[in-house]
Nanobody, 124 residues
Framework: QVQLVESGGGLVQAGGSLRLSCAASGGTFSRNFIGWFRQAPGKEREFVAGISWSGANTDYPNSVKGRFTISRDNAKNTAYLQMNSLKPEDTAVYYC?????????????????WGQGTQVTVSS
């Protein structure tokens, strides 16, 4: 059983940056794929970044590619999402998720564990 806790959300002006953290406990963090997702009010939850257990493979949708960077520190059982050049449309609750066998980062059902989310608000 892996427990995930996100932190680092907050209010930032458009063009600013935030770094989200996802701290894991229990289980074997280093053997889990990690995904970041977000859900804006009235919208479905969507994928924003994924990283393989080794960190060698990452993926992003076009909406955040070049602005967001996912990384992980297996020694600290923590994953990160660096978000730069933030836009008002990035406003959402951000969730991290973990799974042992994630063949497609975009598929939410592939992730077994989810955090409670952290709010990111980008003002214009």
């Amino acid at each position: 059983q892996v427990q995930l806790v996100e932190s680092g959300g907050g209010l930032v002006q458009a063009g600013g940056s935030l770094r989200l953290s996802c701290a894991a406990s229990g289980g074997t963090f280093s053997r889990n794929f990690i995904g970041w997702f977000r859900q804006a009010p009235g919208k479905e939850r969507e994928f924003v970044a994924g990283i393989s257990w080794s960190g060698a493979n990452t993926d992003y949708p076009n909406s955040v590619k070049g602005r967001f960077t996912i990384s992980r520190d297996n020694a600290k059982n923590t994953a990160y999402l660096q978000m730069n050049s933030l836009k008002p449309e990035d406003t959402a609750v951000y969730y991290c998720a973990a799974g042992f066998s994630v063949l497609d980062f975009y598929v939410q059902g592939a992730y077994e564990y989810w955090g409670q989310g952290t709010q990111v608000t980008v003002s214009s």
